[in-house]
């Protein structure tokens, strides 16, 4: 038994490491992407001005390939911006990855040596300062679905996102808020590391008492 205990132990070390990485690789992609929105929005914002400008009505009338030109300078930058976010995304999917992958790695090996090594007792006993196995692998099934969540949000809201619709894409920062409001306090990871660090820190103890 203490043989697949420590097993768990140092697995569980390497899922934190990992998420503690993809929690600094997720907050630096949420960081980036909203300057991005912003600038998006003012975009969108100038791109509907333009339409709504009486051209003909103006000196601008006697240059129509104007008009055109800065349709298509607008709508390139536009592009671009999209372009970026889409990479932003790509590393929210990443951490995503990173996250279940971790998680399923402490999950297998559970799965291969928990039941006969461990038994039901030993994975179901908490003591004073220490949650329990079980506890512990259900914190990181929250902390995956937390992840899962996060990125599926995100990217279902720059799926969404239409140059032809510039009104919406105005009020893509206000959207991108609602969205860091719900996740800006992490407390699902918070609380599943320290449970982590609890039952990594029980074992060694008992690891390294004199007769065990």
């Not at 992609?29 to 103006?58: E, F, I, K, N, Y």
């Not at 592009?79 to 995304?89: D, H, K």
């Not at 039941?115 to 007792?121: F, I």
């Not at 996060?150 to 720059?158: A, D, G, H, N, P």
């Amino acid at each position: 038994m203490a043989a697949a205990m420590a097993a768990m132990a140092a697995a569980l070390r390497a899922w934190a490491e990992a998420a503690a990485r993809a929690d600094e690789a997720a907050r630096a992609a949420l960081a980036a992407s909203a300057p991005l929105l912003g600038s998006l929005a003012s975009l969108a914002a100038q791109m509907r001005a333009v339409r709504r400008l009486p051209w003909d009505a103006t000196p601008l009338g006697a240059f129509p390939e104007l008009r055109a030109r800065l349709w298509q300078k607008q709508r390139g930058a536009a592009e671009a911006l999209l372009e970026q976010l889409g990479g932003r995304r790509e590393e929210l999917r990443a951490v995503r990855d990173a996250v279940g992958a971790a998680g399923t790695a402490v999950l297998r090996l559970y799965e291969e040596r928990g039941p006969a090594e461990l038994g039901l007792e030993a994975v179901l006993r908490r003591g004073p300062r220490c949650p329990s196995l079980a506890d512990v692998l259900e914190g990181l099934q929250d902390v995956e679905r937390y992840y899962r969540h996060l990125y599926l949000e995100s990217k279902l809201l720059l799926q969404r996102i239409s140059l032809d619709s510039l009104a919406d894409v105005e009020a893509l920062p206000q959207s991108w808020e609602r969205i860091l409001e719900r996740y800006k306090e992490d407390v699902v990871q918070g609380n599943t590391l320290l449970k982590v660090s609890l039952f990594v820190e029980n074992h060694r103890e008992v690891s390294c008492s004199p007769g065990s």
